[in-house]
């Protein structure tokens, strides 16, 4: 059977030399000093139409950019949750070519910031040329490619960024200097911080040396930091406010979904736990102002 044509979106996505929607939205953050929340979701679980349904309301509850992970059978960065949603969505028969589609729909009621988040391989199965045109003909902002190294992803840049689609990389507690450096040189939109050395999941703390992990980043980059992996609670949100621009939180989502009996029961409580991060990552926010003031 052929894979489903991708059609264009009804919102068109931003020309190569324009400001995405990325940037666009953290500039905006930027400006009212607010804490920016990027959540994420595994497309497919539990159906492509059911995330949909959880996207659109992520963003209406607040979420300011949204990831939709592309399921792969190796996900060899994430933790059992997210793993379990892989699982679930290739069962379901999700592939790359029906997330790019469900993009499209997904952009022609929402402006939200997009990101699809996979694994290099089944980018590279389909073509970069051919996955760069259908992802922003598709509506989506920016491309992460998680186990994608550096010294192998000169041509993957050049045609993701020929399309208008933002370039974000990970950096690492272990990475050196010289390789943040480096990371900060070939990301676009904003640059995405691991906190913590491991897989993907909940935690109850933060790292304590993630304030200075950070400020090491900063040398480096302009772009906005979001911080990601074991961001769960509305204290790590708050904490946050005074550390980075961003907030990824994942694998508490993916955790609402598979416990939610339905598609709206899912879009429903993903939306509830969006909210109270939000909520968090505002008043963290402020509170950082008040003690720049202060200073």
Do not use: C, W
């Not at 204290?235 to 989502?253: C, K, P, R, Y």
């Amino acid at each position: 059977m052929s894979e489903p044509a991708i059609s264009k979106p009804v919102i068109p996505a931003p020309a190569a030399n324009s400001e995405t929607r990325i940037a666009r939205r953290f500039r905006r953050l930027a400006e009212k000093g607010e804490l920016g929340l990027v959540a994420y979701v595994t497309a497919g679980d539990p159906s492509l139409e059911a995330t949909e349904k959880i996207v659109r309301a992520a963003a209406e509850a607040g979420a300011d950019v949204i990831e939709l992970g592309v399921p792969f059978s190796d996900p060899v960065a994430d933790g059992p949750t997210i793993q379990r949603a892989s699982e679930r969505a290739l069962r379901g028969g999700t592939t790359l070519a029906g997330v790019l589609e469900s993009t499209r729909r997904i952009r022609a009621h929402s402006d939200v910031p997009l990101v699809l988040f996979s694994y290099f391989n089944p980018i590279l199965q389909m073509g970069l040329e051919k996955f760069a045109a259908a992802a922003a003909e598709a509506g989506a902002d920016g491309v992460l490619a998680t186990d994608l190294t550096l010294e192998e992803a000169s041509d993957y840049r050049s045609a993701m960024r020929a399309r208008g689609l933002d370039t974000i990389f990970l950096a690492a507690p272990t990475s050196t200097d010289a390789r943040l450096e480096k990371i900060a040189a070939s990301s676009r939109g904003f640059l995405y911080l691991i906190s913590r050395a491991g897989v993907t999941g909940s935690r109850d703390a933060l790292p304590e040396e993630l304030p200075a992990l950070a400020r090491r980043v900063r040398k480096f980059t302009t772009l906005p930091i979001a911080v990601g992996f074991g961001i769960s609670l509305p204290t790590h949100v708050t904490l946050l406010g005074g550390i980075a621009d961003a907030a990824v939180v994942g694998s508490a989502l993916v955790d609402e979904i598979e416990k939610a009996a339905s598609a709206d029961a899912a879009a429903a409580a993903v939306a509830a736990r969006i909210r109270i991060l939000k909520d968090a990552a505002r008043r963290g926010v402020s509170r950082r102002r008040e003690s720049s003031e202060r200073s």
